[in-house]
Nanobody, 115 residues
Framework: QVQLVESGGGLVQPGGSLRLSCAASGSISSINTMGWYRQAPGKQRESVAVITRGGTTNYADSVKGRFTISRDNAKNMVFLQMNSLKPEDTAVYYC?????????WGQGTQVTVST
């Protein structure tokens, strides 16, 4: 089993920044792809950003130019730097990783963008 723990969520004003972190632990063999999803109330889950072990990234159109995903392979961590936040970015953000062909999910961290 692999456990994921997210941190860094909170309340921020529009235009502000937050940095989410996700640490993986447990029976880790080789984490390949890592990423972040988000889900807002009443909306479908949305893939926000993905990063491969080699560092190739992909972003949802809605966050391109504002969010940056990165990872630390030695520490089995993935990060999401979120800048120029908008009220529509409000959601629960979940990290996920693929370890030995199986996907694991974190518990989620709330991000609220509001005045």
């Amino acid at each position: 089993q692999v456990q994921l723990v997210e941190s860094g969520g909170g309340l921020v004003q529009p235009g502000g920044s937050l940095r989410l972190s996700c640490a993986a632990s447990g029976s880790i063999s080789s984490i390949n792809t890592m990423g972040w999803y988000r889900q807002a109330p009443g909306k479908q889950r949305e893939s926000v950003a993905v990063i491969t072990r080699g560092g190739t990234t992909n972003y949802a159109d809605s966050v391109k130019g504002r969010f940056t995903i990165s990872r630390d392979n030695a520490k089995n961590m993935v990060f999401l730097q979120m800048n120029s936040l908008k009220p529509e970015d409000t959601a629960v953000y979940y990290c996920w990783v693929v370890n030995v062909l199986r996907t694991y999910w974190g518990q989620g961290t709330q991000v609220t963008v509001s005045t």
